[in-house]
Nanobody, 123 residues
Framework: QVQLVESGGGLVQAGGSLRLSCAAS????????MGWFRQAPGKERDFVASISWAGGITYYADSVKGRFTISRDNAKNTVYLQMNSLKPEDTAVYYCARSGERVATRTTVWGSWGQGTQVTVSS
């Protein structure tokens, strides 16, 4: 059973930065793609970014390209989301997810989810 625990959320002004972390348990972390999703109030959960098992392939939603960067440290079983130039529309609960595949996109089945961390961007 994989457990994912997000951290790093908070309140930030527009234009600011935050770095989210997701710590994963389990020995298979380095074998699987990881991703970040977000859900704003009253909206569906949306794909934000994903990273392949070794970190060489990344995908981003158009809305965050050039502002967000996903990375991973397999030695620490942790995946990160660096968020720069934040906008009020980035306000959401951000979720970490683990795929059963080595490379995953927005349409891949994501089998494990964290509890989420709140990001609020004020204008």
């Amino acid at each position: 059973q994989v457990q994912l625990v997000e951290s790093g959320g908070g309140l930030v002004q527009a234009g600011g930065s935050l770095r989210l972390s997701c710590a994963a348990s389990g020995r298979t972390f380095s074998s699987n793609a990881m991703g970040w999703f977000r859900q704003a109030p009253g909206k569906e959960r949306d794909f934000v970014a994903s990273i392949s098992w070794a970190g060489g392939i990344t995908y981003y939603a158009d809305s965050v390209k050039g502002r967000f960067t996903i990375s991973r440290d397999n030695a620490k079983n942790t995946v990160y989301l660096q968020m720069n130039s934040l906008k009020p529309e980035d306000t959401a609960v951000y979720y970490c997810a683990r795929s059963g595949e080595r490379v995953a996109t927005r349409t891949t089945v994501w089998g494990s989810w964290g509890q989420g961390t709140q990001v609020t961007v004020s204008s």
